[in-house]
């Protein structure tokens, strides 16, 4: 029931006939309870052929939350 505060990584990885590219954000955040907040996002001109992982990793006090997806 109280705030809930700590830092984010958003990390997005290319690999690519082109080659390979990392867009990478992070940060503080500070929520109210069942506030919902995007801290973070990135646009992707995707290509046949492109393969992309994103990764958010979230931690409040000793809890860290990660989730990760693959597009092809």
């Known amino acids: 029931n109280d705030m809930a505060t ?17 867009v990478a954000q992070s940060g503080l955040f500070e929520v109210e309870p069942s506030e919902k907040r995007i801290v973070g996002s990135v646009m992707v001109n995707a290509s046949r052929g492109d393969v992309y992982l994103a990764r958010l990793s979230v931690r409040s006090g000793l809890d860290e939350a990660i989730c990760d997806t693959t597009i092809e």
């Open 6 to 22: 700590g830092s984010y990584s958003f990390i997005v990885t290319k690999q690519g006939v082109s080659g390979r590219s990392n």
